[in-house]
């Protein structure tokens, strides 16, 4: 059977960023030489009309920090020419009113802006540099300009309990979708885990006060709440199933089939330097490795749920990371003979410092300046 | 709702790889059908919901779409895809 059409590109321009949050989902290999060669604007001018020609419809620009490409209204011009629609995914920092007007005269379609936290400082403390009002400022310019907004907030033990904070300010900001994404243990959260981890009842408060807010406001914001997989008994599909719905470019090139997957050892990543978008996805080892469900063991094999098809056999990262076998089931599921590895996370060990997200090679590496 | 348009970012495209109408919005697409994006397309903020079920009843003879328009448009608003410019 052929696979379904990809939906989704995910374009990481550049892993340069102005902040430096502890749960970034780049990888932690970033401070390395490997994504130091970024693509040019040809490159991903060809890879947005390859993308579009293999059925993708949505475009993700985000990076790092996706403002720092200098050639970014070329490439959100070259994205409405190819016929996607494009999503800025922004810490905001950068994103003035002129830049916003610039980007919406090239054709943008949405804006996203991350907030750490709605409290001020916090908020500059976990993004490791002052930028709160510069967000706030960023989200009034994209709705003054009519970008439809989405506010992100990725969630964890230091910022859960300010969750109608959250709420209140995506109101406030008039904004049309608000992402409640708790962190996902991949990337830099790895090394910050014990720092971010949150508490059941932490989660249960904030599920809790999403659903008053649902209640309350209705349909004219949408408010998206995950639960973070560590906490599910069953697993969720990675970014819709492997090689189903999204190609993700790497800032070098390399193409993947979810984010994380760079840290799965013994799979080799195309590059759209190299190749095309088409052969990429219906050709490249590593987008067939794991898709379908042909590659599955037990307990999916034999799935006592029937479960194969509706959750693609769950995450490869998190099955490497906790069971050190990418192709075992995704430990979250509670039939998983290594269920034990992910109770046992739960239990969150004492507060610690955040290691904060950062290009720089490691003996460079430092705390950074203006918190 | 007097005088409907296209919610802030909703964008409508024919897909040609899939052959099908969609109203692309945030983080996703609404599949539609011909009908419905004829009557989308009518949806420009200044024609009013009269005046789009009389344009559409031309083309198709004279045939009377009002309570078709009015609920596609129903729908539509209670899911944030249009809302009234009139508003």
């Known amino acids: 059977m052929p696979p379904p059409r990809p939906y989704t590109l995910v374009a990481e321009l550049s892993y340069r960023c102005p902040l430096h949050c502890p749960y970034c989902s780049n990888p932690a290999a970033i401070t390395g030489e490997r994504y130091r060669d970024e693509l040019q604007t040809e490159h991903w001018t060809r890879v947005f009309a390859e993308a579009r020609a293999l059925g993708v419809l949505q475009l993700a620009l985000t990076g790092g920090e996706p403002m720092v490409r200098r050639d970014l209204d070329e490439l959100v011009a070259a994205a409405r020419a190819a016929g996607l629609y494009s999503t800025l995914v922004t810490a905001g920092v950068h994103l003035t009113r002129e830049r916003a007007a610039a980007l919406k005269a090239a054709g943008l379609d949405h804006v996203q802006v991350s907030v750490q936290s709605p409290d001020p400082a916090e908020n500059d403390l976990i993004a490791g540099t002052r930028s709160f009002d510069k967000k706030l400022a960023a989200a009034r310019a994209a709705r003054e300009l009519g970008f439809p907004l989405t506010i992100n907030c990725v969630l964890h033990r230091r910022n859960l309990d300010r969750i109608e904070e959250i709420l209140a300010l995506a109101e406030e900001l008039d904004a049309q979708r608000l992402e409640l994404a708790n962190t996902q243990y991949y990337g830099w959260a790895v090394l910050n885990q014990d720092a971010l981890m949150p508490t059941r009842a932490q989660l249960e408060r904030g599920e809790a006060a999403v659903q008053r807010f649902r209640a309350r406001v209705g349909p004219r914001i949408n408010v998206l709440w995950v639960l973070p997989d560590l906490f599910e008994d069953l697993p969720k599909p990675c970014t819709g199933g492997w090689g189903r719905t999204t190609i993700v470019v790497a800032p070098n090139g390399e193409a993947l089939p979810c984010h994380a997957a760079s840290t799965i050892p013994g799979l080799e990543f195309p590059n759209v330097r190299d190749s095309p978008l088409d052969w990429i996805w219906h050709e490249a080892d590593a987008f067939q490795r794991f898709r379908g469900t042909d590659w599955m063991q037990e307990p999916c094999r034999s799935c006592p749920l029937g479960r194969q098809e509706e959750d693609w056999g769950g995450c490869r990262c998190q099955a490497l990371r906790l069971t050190g076998d990418a192709a075992a089931t995704d430990p979250v599921c509670r039939f998983s003979p290594d269920h034990g590895t992910v109770l046992a996370a739960r239990e969150a060990a004492p507060n610690r410092d955040f290691v904060y997200r950062t290009t720089r090679r490691p003996s460079r590496r430092r705390r950074p300046a203006g918190v | ?87």
């Open chain 2, 1 to 87: 709702m007097t005088r409907p348009r296209l919610a802030d970012g909703a964008r409508l495209q024919y897909d040609d790889v899939r052959e099908e109408h969609l109203l692309l919005v945030p983080e996703g697409a609404v599949r539609l059908n011909a009908t419905a994006a004829q009557v989308l397309e009518l949806c420009d903020g200044r024609r009013t919901l009269d005046e789009i079920a009389a344009s559409l009843s031309e083309r198709y003879s004279g045939a009377d779409v009002g309570d078709d328009v009015r609920e596609l448009l129903g729908g539509m608003v209670e899911h944030g895809l249009v809302v009234d410019a009139a508003a």
